[in-house]
């Protein structure tokens, strides 16, 4: 998605979200994130991971969640990619998910945020060979939109 394109979608979602220059609409804002995600708009793609979670002004619904979330992380959003590591790391008895955990956990890093102690905590939960395997993918990955 190009520069424009973001500009395009996010100033009216604020707007619309916070009711800055207008009257708030959050039925409004959910269709325009809605619409911006269907353009693979990262910051729409979180949002609605996040209504998702909570509720607000959609039906809470866990799988829609995760999939917005894992859509986000997948197109370089360093928020949704933390959040996937956390949510992966909970279920800390399944050693795939683990991994995956720390996959998404070194990408977020990778983009400027501290998630040093749930990297640690993905460490200490896998074997040495599975720790290089998701560093190599980790610094493997590359954003195409």
């Known amino acids: 998605m190009t520069d424009s394109t973001q500009l395009f979608f996010s100033q009216p979602l604020r707007d619309l979200q916070t009711g800055n220059g207008v009257y708030p609409a959050p039925d409004r804002a959910v269709s325009w994130l809605r619409l911006a995600a269907r353009k ?5 793609l979180y949002n609605l991971a ?3 979670l909570t509720g607000d002004g ?3 619904n866990e799988n829609s969640h995760g999939v917005y979330l894992l859509m986000a992380a997948e197109r370089n959003h360093a928020n949704a990619q933390r959040e996937l590591g956390i949510l992966y ?4 008895e399944d050693t795939i998910l683990v991994y ?3 996959v998404w956990l070194l990408r ?3 983009n400027g945020l501290d998630v040093t102690n749930e990297i640690q905590a993905a460490e200490q939960l896998l ?3 599975r720790r290089q395997w998701a560093y190599e993918e980790a610094f493997d990955f590359e954003f195409v939109p």
């Open 50 to 52: 996040k209504r998702y």
């Open 58 to 60: 959609l039906s809470k």
């Open 127 to 129: 074997d040495s060979r």
């Open 108 to 110: 977020a890093r990778k």
């Open 89 to 92: 790391l909970q279920s800390s």
């Open 100 to 102: 995956k955990a720390l």
């Open 40 to 44: 693979g708009h990262p910051e729409a």
